[in-house]
T-cell receptor, first 115, second 116 residues
Framework: GAVVSQHPSWVICKSGTSVKIECRSLDFQATTMFWYRQFPKQSLMLMATSNEGSKATYEQGVEKDKFLINHASLTLSTLTVTSAHPEDSSFYIC???????????FGDGTRLSIL | AQTVTQSQPEMSVQEAETVTLSCTYDTSESNYYLFWYKQPPSRQMILVIRQEAYKQQNATENRFSVNFQKAAKSFSLKISDSQLGDTAMYFCALGQGSSNTGKLIFGQGTTLQVKP
């Protein structure tokens, strides 16, 4: 089946640093990738939609300058949390869409802890 | 606005019994997709079942089936012969647009515990 690899699975860093999370579709080309954020025992909240070769579309309330999304190829999208602060600590999940009528495939998520 | 509501934060069921998780939604789209996802403690998102809104027949996948009531905008999940491995958080999701792709709107989730 289709596989989406998300890296790193867990990262701890100091407040003020930037953190990059990668989302790769390993065996298919992803025309669109989605980035979600999930707080403990809560639902997934869509942050942005990333289309290959174009600017990401951010959901209302998500700071585009804070959460930089790049989708430079059909198999890779990255989310960079800039100048991270403790309130950015969360679980971030990506999903990839092949655009062929199949359901999205989710990565295993990244647990981000900002000290 | 499109919304998904799961009114049961937590549920429990005895092993081998049947449990139903409820979900209601709201959308102005004439065609859309509905999904149930399972998120075990590992936090991996696993697709359980999906339903195309234009199909009247309820989707089934082995022990999992849905009761799709389009007019009532209701989409419940029935788990038969519950197993310990079914313990997880379950999310109902609405797929926007007329394709099987596109962004998903998730409900609040229902934590299901299967007891031995």
């Amino acid at each position: 089946g289709a596989v989406v690899s998300q890296h790193p699975s867990w990262v701890i860093c100091k407040s003020g640093t930037s953190v990059k999370i990668e989302c790769r579709s390993l065996d298919f080309q992803a025309t669109t990738m989605f980035w979600y954020r999930q707080f403990p025992k809560q639902s997934l909240m869509l942050m942005a939609t990333s289309n290959e070769g174009s600017k990401a579309t951010y959901e209302q309330g998500v700071e585009k300058d804070k959460f930089l999304i790049n989708h430079a190829s059909l198999t890779l999208s990255t989310l960079t949390v800039t100048s991270a602060h403790p309130e950015d600590s969360s679980f971030y999940i990506c999903s990839a869409d092949s655009g062929k009528g199949q359901p999205q495939h989710f990565g295993d998520g990244t647990r981000l802890s900002i000290l | 606005a499109q919304t998904v509501t799961q009114s049961q934060p937590e549920m429990s069921v005895q092993e081998a019994e049947t449990v139903t998780l409820s979900c209601t939604y709201d959308t102005s789209e004439s065609n859309y997709y509905l999904f149930w996802y399972k998120q075990p403690p590992s936090r991996q998102m696993i697709l359980v079942i999906r339903q195309e809104a234009y199909k009247q027949q309820n989707a089934t996948e082995n022990r999992f089936s849905v009761n799709f009531q389009k007019a009532a905008k209701s989409f419940s999940l029935k788990i038969s012969d519950s197993q310990l491995g079914d313990t997880a958080m379950y999310f109902c999701a609405l797929g926007q647009g007329s394709s099987n792709t596109g962004k998903l709107i998730f409900g609040q989730g229902t934590t299901l515990q299967v007891k031995p």
